[in-house]
Each structure stands twice: as C-alpha cells, then as structure tokens.
C-alpha cells in the first residue's frame, strides 16, 4: 500500500515538475501575472457600479490560477516538498500569494492593494536579467549602507557651513539645518544650482568655492562611488548566477552538467585530430571520395 502511494506520488511529482518546467506554462503565467497588472491598473480609474461584481469575480479567478500554480510548483518536488522553500523567490512567490488568504485582509484594505500589488513584482522571476539585477542590488547593500553613511556626513557638513553662511541673506533655504540638507539634496539634480549660485554671488564671490566643492564632491565623487558598488555587486550577482548554472547536475552522475558539456567537446576534438593523424598514415585523400 505504502509502495502504491509512493509511485502514485512520484508519478504526479513527474507531471508536475514537467508542467512547471515546460515554456508554455511560464508563457501562461506571466500573461496571468499582466493581466492582473491591468486589473489593478483599471481599479484605479472611475467605473460603474456594475461592474464591481465582475472585478471582484476576476480577482478571484487571478487567486485561484496563482494558487494552482504554486501548488504544481510545491508538487514538483515530489516526497521533498521543503526543497521548494530552498529558493528565495520561491518563498516570496509563495508569500505574496498566500497572503491574500490572511484572515482580516478582505474588501479594499490598503495592506491587501499592497500585497495584490506585489503579484507583478513575480514578474522579476521569469527574466533572468531582471534577476541578476535584484540579485545586485541586494548584494550591494552593505555597500550602499557605507554610501549612505558618507553622504549623510557630507550632507551634515556642508548644510552646517550652508546655514553659517546663508543662513542670515536665505533663511528660507538655508534658515535650518532642515532647510539646508534639503536644499542641497534637491541640489544633486544641478537643476537648482544656477540659481543658488546667482544668490551666492550676491552675496559674496567666494560662495563659488561653497557650490562648486560640494558639487565636486557629492554630484561627482559620491555617485560615481554608488555606481561602481553597484556595478561591482553586479558583477558578482553574474559570476553566481553562472557558477549556480554549472553546478546543475541533471544527469546525477557526479559532475556539473556544464562541465559534462566542456569534456565531450575536448574529447570531439581529440578524436577529430585522431582520425586526422590516421588519415595521413594512411594516405587517404578525401578529395578522390
């Protein structure tokens, strides 16, 4: 009986995992996934009281679908069901959509938008791109913590010297020290900064120095650093994804398929050059053939 159940089990895992892995099951889910976009999208906009119901029955229907996906997914894995919650987007995937069930959130709460919302975020999981790209950020976190911590110091400093300096002649930028960070992040755009320029001058030539280091500085020297953490956490989130992808053992006899692939292809050439070696002792011209 327990053998019968076992096969059972591992024949409806094989249907599953061939379902969840097949292109056209992917293709459906992520017309699903911008559908309900769209759904979203509509809910937004003014519409008759009529079609309340038939929104509300779409919903649902989204529900359902999302919740038949995870489960073929969850099913997938057969006798090993934990190895689903391995993944990291497989958990958000599975979060985001058992959320909605939570008791409590129902009619048009805002912590149900935000979760229906976060259905199109699922999109990420489908583009490999988009994935490495997350995968960077989240990596460059450390990184962009230690950003952060430099811009906020130079954004203190130079809003302290802004308020010593202009506080007097522009107190409605430069009044506080509030007033000042702000205007000096609104001035990372450089969309303010002939303005503020033309002020300083006014007041004294010597405010040049003022603007002209704090963008040197900030504009130039901060972001660029921002933009080389991410680009190197990049970088790295590329190196997993391929080290991830060579580590696939499909065949299961021991060795990463990629390199499977790399030995077959310098045995081929060994025997290519074998067989050309023989043909010369042999004297065989292939052209008489």
Partial sequence: MIERYAS????VAHRCAVISD??????????????????????????????????????????????AEITVRILAYGRHPREFFRHGWNVFDFV????????????????????????????????????????????SLPGVGGFLALALVTLYVYGMAGWLIFGESDPDQYGTLGRAVLT????LSLETLPDLI??????????L???????????NLLVNILI?????????ARRLEMTEHMATDDDNDG????IDRIMISQRLDDLRTVIAELERELRIDRTER
């Fill in 96 to 139: 985001v959509i058992a959320a909605v069930f939570i008791p409590g959130l129902h009619g048009d709460s805002a912590a149900l938008r935000v979760i229906r919302i976060a259905r199109v975020v699922r999109l990420v999981r489908f583009s490999p791109g988009l994935r490495t790209i997350v995968s960077a950020l989240l990596r």
């Fill in 228 to 236: 080389a953490v991410i680009v190197n956490s990049m970088e790295e």
């Fill in 209 to 219: 120095v003022y603007y002209v280091s704090y963008v040197l500085i900030t504009v």
């Fill in 184 to 187: 000096l992040f609104v001035l």
């Fill in 22 to 67: 097949s292109r056209a099951f992917e293709v459906l889910i992520v017309v699903m996934i911008g559908a309900n976009a769209i759904l979203l999208a509509v809910e937004t906009y003014p519409y008759p009281e009529a079609a309340g119901p038939l929104l509300h029955a779409l919903e649902w229907f989204f529900r359902i679908v999302f919740v």
């Fill in 8 to 11: 059972r089990l591992d024949r």
């Fill in 255 to 258: 060795i990463p398929d990629e």
């Fill in 198 to 207: 033309e002020q300083g001058l006014a007041l004294s030539p010597w405010t």
